[in-house]
T-cell receptor, first 114, second 109 residues
Framework: SQTIHQWPATLVQPVGSPLSLECTVEGTSNPNLYWYRQAAGRGLQLLFYSVGIGQISSEVPQNLSASRPQDRQFILSSKKLLLSDSGFYLC?????????????FGPGTRLTVT | GQNIDQPTEMTATEGAIVQINCTYQ??????LFWYQQHAGEAPTFLSYNVLDGLEEKGRFSSFLSRSKGYSYLLLKELQMKDSASYLCAVRSNDYKLSFGAGTTVTVRA
């Protein structure tokens, strides 16, 4: 069966510090991968998605970036965090290509920027 | 662009039925999803509709009308553990999901 891991689970970072969140998927190959952010009491905002190694699509221009160095690894980064970057960050995967039906979410990382 | 609307909150009694409506206006449509999200946790997949009609999965059912841009999630025989946020999401033709803000359902004894 497929599993998706995210770490860390929680993170408190000062404004201006860098960020690196990691997501890995097991039990599937060539998945579509996604990064979402959920602000308190709000819906999920798609940040990035990837349909293959090195292929990243950005949905919202901001100080965040994403990379996919391996087939089942997706990394979210920032060089300098802003207060507005606080939120619940969720990684998700779906089957690739025409089988891209439902998305399955990882446990999430709760980021607080102080 | 995508515009997905659902009520903010709903309250119901244990054992009752609750219907959560979702209306959408999207550029491209390739399916509608419902997710359940308990407080502090990740969303979990509930249902998927791509054709008009009703899909039933146990106590949960989901309905879709593409011509009306409308869906609902029906929760029957409510249990306390059903207290959660329910997210409506629409998949555009390139497989991205756009989510509504979610409906918080509170089940009371």
């Amino acid at each position: 069966s497929q599993t998706i891991h995210q770490w860390p689970a929680t993170l408190v970072q000062p404004v201006g510090s860098p960020l690196s969140l990691e997501c890995t998927v097991e039990g599937t190959s060539n998945p579509n991968l996604y990064w979402y952010r959920q602000a308190a009491g709000r819906g999920l905002q798609l940040l990035f998605y990837s349909v293959g190694i090195g292929q990243i699509s950005s949905e919202v221009p901001q100080n965040l970036s994403a990379s996919r160095p391996q087939d089942r690894q997706f990394i979210l980064s920032s060089k300098k965090l802003l207060l507005s970057d606080s939120g619940f960050y969720l990684c998700a995967w779906s089957g690739g290509g025409s089988r891209a039906y439902e998305q399955y979410f990882g446990p999430g990382t709760r980021l607080t920027v102080t | 662009g995508q515009n997905i609307d659902q009520p903010t909150e709903m309250t119901a009694t244990e054992g009752a039925i609750v219907q959560i409506n979702c209306t959408y206006q999207t550029s491209g449509f390739n399916g509608l999803f419902w997710y359940q999200q308990h407080a502090g946790e990740a969303p979990t997949f509930l249902s998927y509709n791509v054709l008009d009609g009703l899909e039933e999965k146990g106590r949960f059912s989901s309905f879709l009308s593409r011509s009306k841009g409308y869906s609902y999630l029906l929760l029957k025989e409510l249990q306390m553990k059903d207290s959660a946020s329910y997210l409506c999401a629409v998949r555009s033709n390139d497989y991205k999901l756009s989510f509504g803000a979610g409906t918080t359902v509170t089940v009371r004894a």
